[in-house]
């Protein structure tokens, strides 16, 4: 089984070199990821311009693009054989609710949905851990044994680890979700550079969600590891359904 991995953090993040690390005990890998941090990007695509892609050796590659970019590469560059799974990550910091929308952790793995190959987000709460996220690791590297023929061609699984769980807990502890309501409230320094013409910069955003049972945050936050299956079609069939048989 030919595994691509890639994250939006960039080349030299921890997460990413454990899962190769891991993964590759059992599985052939494939790693192409962004040069630098490409967080918040979601499914960006660079097009109508070149864009660098440095091999460092035939499993290996760094791309000066986003996410989605580099799994895009990995899939029609012709530099990997036929890929049969996308995994993204593994990020640091937790993507739930609707941070699905904005992340290019997990704008990476629906890309490779988008186009027929069973793809995987995972993202951990613990920030910086002593041992590079090496415990998710091994527990995503469980976790493809027991559930990745459960995967559909084009569905992305997306996968959170709490700092409770992460590298204590096991399987067990899975629960599978539906997404959460986030809550963002935003702030923006302003810095005037002349009459008229300030620069405005977001400094990250102040996170919260509502408490509803069944959600990823509250599996979550009771220390459990939340999946949520997520589909590409954002089509609301309930209210298509009820706007046509008026």
């Not at 660098?52 to 290996?60: L, S, T």
């Not at 023929?149 to 569905?155: A, D």
Request: aromatic content about 8%; some cysteine.
């Amino acid at each position: 089984m030919n595994l691509l991995i890639t994250n939006d953090d960039g080349i030299s993040s921890a997460g990413i070199k454990a899962l190769e690390r891991i993964l590759g005990k059992s599985y052939q890998t494939y790693l192409i990821a962004p040069l630098k941090e490409r967080s918040v990007t979601s499914m960006a695509l660079t097009v109508f311009q070149g864009m660098r892609v440095e091999r460092i050796n035939d499993n290996h590659y760094i791309a000066d693009g986003f996410p989605a970019d580099c799994v895009n590469i990995g899939l029609y560059a012709e530099i990997f054989p036929k890929i049969d799974f996308v995994i993204s990550g593994i990020n640091r910091g937790v993507n739930m609710g609707y941070d699905v929308h904005y992340s290019g952790t997990v704008g990476a793995a629906k890309h490779g949905a988008l186009h027929g190959i069973p793809s995987l987000a995972v993202s951990s709460g613990r920030i910086d851990p002593e041992d590079g996220y090496e415990k998710e690791a091994e527990l995503v590297l469980s976790f493809l044994s027991k559930y990745k023929s459960q995967i559909q061609s084009g569905e992305v699984w997306n996968l959170n680890f709490p700092p409770e769980i992460s590298g204590s807990g096991s399987l067990d502890e899975i629960v599978f979700t539906r997404l959460g309501r986030r809550r963002y409230s935003e702030k923006y320094e302003k810095k005037q550079i002349i009459e008229g013409v300030s620069e405005f910069q977001l400094n990250g955003s102040l996170l919260g969600h509502d408490d509803e049972t069944g959600t990823d945050f509250e599996a979550y936050y009771q220390g459990k590891l939340p999946v949520t299956p997520i589909q590409l079609d954002l089509t609301e069939k309930k209210r298509l359904a009820e706007l046509q048989s008026k």
